[in-house]
């Protein structure tokens, strides 16, 4: 975790450095359910349709996607990690109230809407403790391809690397916590995007609305 550049740079050891991830728990089914009723309020509060094609970038073995699925009719979930895909896929196949999920197997820089046979743009693209491992420079040219205006970008991010507080200052981590801090601030601050949340109590929760 602390060599953002190997992981990036080095495409074996990117398939598999996620392997141990799918031994993480799915949530409780309390708060699963707390999680669906909290972002579907979210979406409600701006106007966010659920009918809409959403997508969801480095799902894992599915935690996040299983509250998304239930809220998002047309929900795109990707994994590039061929074991964490592989559970995901276990999962979809676990209960027909996955039904709904789309699994395409690729990082984000490999997307291309087109070969996954999706013609329009989406309207929602979700980053769940994923956004922090992604090529950076790629990743708004690749936003911008795939998100239509008036669409949203919501992103996680743990508590841990504290990456919007600048008091942050584990030497290991901090060539990480400064490209994570850039990257989040050159979204804030790019006039092609409007700020419409901030929460940093417990996780971040950062949610954007692509205005141009
Ligand atoms: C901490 S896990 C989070 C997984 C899941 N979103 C969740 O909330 O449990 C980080 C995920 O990011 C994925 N990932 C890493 N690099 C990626 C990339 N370049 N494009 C897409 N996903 C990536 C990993 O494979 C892993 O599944």
């Not at 740079?9 to 999680?35: P, Q, R, V």
């Not at 009918?51 to 935690?63: D, P, Q």
């Not at 990743?139 to 942050?168: A, Q, R, S, T, Y």
Request: with cysteine; charged share 25%.
């Amino acid at each position: 975790m602390e060599n953002i550049n190997k992981i990036t740079m080095n495409k074996d050891k990117k398939e598999n450095i996620w392997d141990n991830y799918g031994e993480k728990d799915y949530m409780s089914l309390e708060l699963l359910n707390y999680k669906i009723l909290y972002f579907n309020k979210l979406f409600d509060n701006f106007d966010c349709d659920k009918n809409e094609l959403v997508i969801e970038i480095g799902a894992g073995h599915g935690i996040s996607s299983q509250v998304f699925s239930q809220i998002f009719s047309n929900y795109i979930v990707t994994e590039p990690n061929k074991y964490l895909f592989e559970k995901l896929t276990e999962l979809k196949n676990s209960n027909k109230k996955y039904v709904n999920m789309m699994l395409y197997q690729t990082s984000l820089e490999e997307l291309n809407l087109d070969n996954i046979s999706i013609n329009e743009k989406v309207n929602l693209v979700i980053f769940s403790y994923s956004f922090q491992y992604i090529e950076y420079n790629k990743c708004f040219n690749k936003l911008d391809e795939i998100l239509k205006v008036n669409g949203f970008l919501l992103i996680m991010l743990p508590f841990k690397p504290f990456v919007l507080n600048e008091e942050f200052d584990d030497i290991k981590n901090k060539k990480w916590r400064k490209q994570i801090n850039q990257s989040i601030n050159n979204i804030i601050r790019n006039e092609q995007y409007e700020l419409l949340m901030l929460e940093k109590e417990k996780n971040y929760i950062i949610l954007l609305k692509k205005i141009i």
